[in-house]
């Protein structure tokens, strides 16, 4: 080793020693019990952190109000041309993966047209079908679970969740149970011991996808979506 880089890697280890962290400011929300199972609690607190990150959270009454609340997110984040005879196509889990039995052919009956995510091996065919996907307004998804302290949701992907719902359009609307809220992400993991061997993609979405460059500019929607809409069902 050269005496220039020594010298280089010895200042550096110095000047680590001395190095002073600055304590955290933020403030913070009262944290929950590693065992809360109030439901009513940990709905409260998953709604309010999902408002701290800039996601909008619905918590309709009953299921029928919850499907007509998901239709009137959908029409207000897609443009509907009267003119066009081009249904609107969506990125979506399958219905069974809803806590919403009814919710699927609710969607395809309003006039939402389910996008394949398998994408082709032929050229032409791919191509298509990636201009599909990348026009699609929505992806609509259910949610292994929520994490109260966070209000962090939890996806884990497969042949009936293509985890292109979550990532590609430009509004994720998430459809959550209320019996599936967790405290916290080790409550959850604790809960599901195997859950990184049953998929090969788990991912924890916290709010819109934000980006920021060296001003520390914010940008939302450059990584992922950038409105993210929550809606609880009981």
């Known amino acids: 080793m050269s005496s220039d880089r020594s010298q280089l890697l010895r200042k550096i280890r110095q000047s680590l020693k001395l190095a002073l962290l600055p304590s955290a400011r933020a403030s913070l929300p009262p944290p929950l019990p590693a065992q809360e199972t109030d439901s009513a609690r940990l709905a409260a607190a998953f709604i309010r952190e999902l408002g701290v990150v800039g996601a909008q959270v619905k918590y309709p009454a009953t299921p029928s109000h919850a499907i007509e609340t998901i239709l009137d997110l959908m029409r207000a984040a897609i443009s509907l041309d009267a003119n066009s005879r081009e249904a609107p196509g969506i990125i979506c889990w399958h219905d069974s993966e809803f806590p919403l039995p009814d919710l699927g052919p609710a969607v395809r009956a309003a006039g939402f047209v389910p996008i394949d995510t398998k994408i082709p091996g032929d050229r032409e065919l791919r191509r298509a079908r990636l201009q599909e996907l990348e026009h699609a307004?929505?992806?609509?998804?259910?949610?292994?679970?929520?994490?109260?302290?966070?209000?962090?949701?939890?996806?884990?992907?497969?042949?009936?969740?293509?985890?292109?719902?979550?990532?590609?359009?430009?509004?994720?609307?998430?459809?959550?149970?209320?019996?599936?809220?967790?405290?916290?992400?080790?409550?959850?993991?604790?809960?599901?011991?195997?859950?990184?061997?049953?998929?090969?993609?788990?991912?924890?979405?916290?709010?819109?996808?934000?980006?920021?460059?060296?001003?520390?500019?914010?940008?939302?929607?450059?990584?992922?979506?950038?409105?993210?809409?929550?809606v609880l069902v009981d």
Do not use: C, W
């Open 137 to 230: 307004a929505i992806g609509l998804t259910g949610a292994l679970a929520g994490l109260a302290d966070s209000g962090a949701l939890a996806l884990l992907s497969g042949p009936t969740r293509p985890r292109l719902a979550s990532l590609l359009p430009p509004t994720h609307i998430a459809v959550v149970s209320k019996s599936a809220i967790y405290p916290t992400m080790a409550t959850f993991l604790a809960a599901h011991p195997n859950i990184t061997h049953e998929a090969s993609n788990l991912v924890f979405i916290t709010g819109p996808s934000r980006t920021a460059d060296i001003e520390q500019t914010l940008t939302l929607g450059v990584h992922g979506p950038r409105e993210l809409f929550v």
